[in-house]
């Protein structure tokens, strides 16, 4: 296995992500103006940014989601427990001891084990609660009729909001991981470029180099 930089990240899934990040942003603000954290924005004006941008970001996973599944992408949120211990100790430990990321990036495998128990979580646990208690408020006057609406409007008001703390929680985590290790430049690099250096089989590297040499780039010489 060698060390090259290649185009993991496809055009899509650069679009995906930033938008994401920028619908993200943008329902965390708008909501936490809905709920009196800040005075920025008219109430009215938050309530209907809010429920546009989540309902962008709904079709926006949809594609993503059939996206991920044509083109087997899902396979890199699968968490593994080989390694797992040793990449906590490093983000618990050893990162404030210099110490080298215990993880190697390989091309069919960039995410470390933590990294893609994160991510499953936030797919499968997470998201789903935001987006089922976000349609079932948007949808409240539907339900209302029945018995104990309040009552469960309060219960999916608090899902909600627990859901929604939850992804800011993971928002800001995943921003401090940024700026450790190779730096912050680095690691935001490849979701801009393309281009990740990542470990590849030798017969990968000549498939690339055959077939598709627009996927393999030279490591600028500092």
Do not use: C
Not at 47 to 57: D, E, Q
Not at 90 to 118: D, I, T
Not at 184 to 205: D, L, N, Q, Y
Request: charged share 15%; net charge positive; no cysteine.
């Amino acid at each position: 296995m060698a060390e090259r930089l290649v185009k993991v990240y496809s055009r899509f899934n650069r679009i995906w992500h930033w938008l994401q990040v920028l619908s993200i942003l943008m329902l965390l603000f708008t909501g936490t103006r809905i709920m009196s954290l800040h005075p920025i924005l008219p109430f009215q004006a938050a309530v209907t940014l809010h429920t546009l941008t989540a309902l962008f970001l709904l079709v926006l996973w949809a594609f993503a989601t059939f996206w991920l599944f044509t083109t087997e992408n899902w396979k890199q949120f699968i968490p593994r427990y080989e390694g797992l211990p040793a990449v906590i100790r490093f983000y618990a430990w050893g990162v404030f001891k210099g110490e080298p990321h215990p993880y190697h990036k390989a091309y069919h495998r960039r995410h470390n084990p933590l990294q893609a128990l994160s991510y499953l979580a936030l797919k499968v646990v997470l998201f789903p609660a935001i987006w089922i208690s976000g349609l079932a408020y948007l949808g409240y006057t539907f339900w209302a009729p029945a018995d104990h609406a309040s009552f469960w409007l309060t219960i999916v008001a608090n899902i909600h909001i627990l859901a929604a703390f939850s992804v800011a929680t993971f928002v800001v985590l995943h921003v401090y991981l940024l700026t450790i290790g190779h730096g912050f430049r680095e690691h935001v690099r490849p979701m801009i470029t393309g281009f990740e250096k990542v470990e590849v089989s030798a017969e990968a590297e000549a498939y690339f180099a055959a077939e598709k040499p627009e996927r393999l780039k030279e490591e600028a010489q500092s």
